[in-house]
């Protein structure tokens, strides 16, 4: 049976993901913090798919604990055959009145950890002559005038993998950068972001955005962007010049991270 490994695989993206992956027949290897929350989804998913389940609890903002993932993700002798690397947060605020070590932690996790797992696995997948990685970046980092640390985190990841793709190409290993826009999970919450405002056609649902994801990445598509709603934002976003993307910003967006 192919391994799939997830990260964030607790809530919302990562949780739709591994339950997509194991309905699939994938074993499984769960990562994100907390031990409870991942044991309880290793139950379900054993039980379920008749599948097997591992579990990693660590943090991915921690450079050690960030190491072991690498080490279990680049692990030939129990092969990771997709990668999902989508743990990743963002912060409410402006960039001043954020600490310094908030805006380090959300560096290590929305970038350190793409980087570093993404590379200990096309090593091994190249090796092996086939592998998926899929690493979640955001339709923010189309955007980045809106001067978010955040947005900016996403970008790197948005033209990190669609290099990467290309550079693999021939080699049997598919890169793709998911590009979801707004998704119902516990993503604003955690960041304090209100979002009570937000018209109902922009929500998308988790299980939506993976099942759009894995049909792109099938298809070797090097970014995906579930929804129509948002395929026209970004190709939208792409025609407006960049004075005129920072004139808006400037009028509407009060400084947001
Ligand atoms: N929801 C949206 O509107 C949206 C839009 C575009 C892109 N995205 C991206 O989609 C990805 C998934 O987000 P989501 O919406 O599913 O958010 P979510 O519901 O808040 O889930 C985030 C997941 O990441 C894990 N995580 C957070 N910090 C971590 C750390 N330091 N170490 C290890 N795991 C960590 C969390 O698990 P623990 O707390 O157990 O560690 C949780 O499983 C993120 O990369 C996000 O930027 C989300």
């Known amino acids: 049976m192919p391994t ?19 309905a699939e027949g994938h074993d499984m290897v769960l990562v994100a913090r907390d031990a409870e929350r991942l044991g309880e989804l290793a139950d379900r998913l054993q039980t379920r798919h008749n599948v097997r389940v591992e579990v990693l609890t660590a943090d991915l903002a921690d450079a050690a604990q960030r190491a072991q993932v690498a080490a279990r993700v680049g692990d030939v002798d129990e092969p ?18 954020l600490s310094t070590d908030v805006l380090q932690r959300q560096l290590e996790v929305n970038v350190a950890a793409v980087l570093e797992l993404t590379h200990a696995a096309v090593r091994q997948m190249r090796e092996r002559g086939r592998g998926d990685v899929i690493n979640v ?8 005038a809106s001067g978010s640390t955040y947005a900016a985190t996403k970008a790197y990841v948005i033209a990190f993998s669609e290099g990467l793709a290309t550079a693999l190409t021939g080699t049997g290993v598919r890169v793709m950068a998911l590009c979801p826009g707004f998704t119902q999970t516990e993503f604003h919450q955690r960041a304090g972001l209100e979002m009570s405002k937000l018209p109902r056609a922009f929500w998308l649902q988790a299980d939506q955005v993976v099942h759009e994801s894995l049909a792109d990445l099938r298809a070797g598509k090097p970014v995906s962007i579930p929804g129509a709603q948002y395929k026209a934002l970004v190709a939208i976003g792409r025609l407006i010049p960049k004075k005129l993307q920072r004139m808006v910003v400037t009028r509407t967006v009060p400084g947001r991270t």
Do not use: E, H
Request: charged residues 10%.
């Open 80 to 97: 990771v055959d997709v990668l999902v690397n989508n743990a990743g947060f963002g912060t409410g605020g402006a960039f001043w009145d």
């Open 137 to 144: 970046g955001s339709v923010a980092g189309f955007f980045t």
């Open 4 to 22: 799939a490994l997830v990260t964030g695989a607790t809530a919302g993206i990562g949780r739709a993901y591994a339950r997509r992956l194991a």
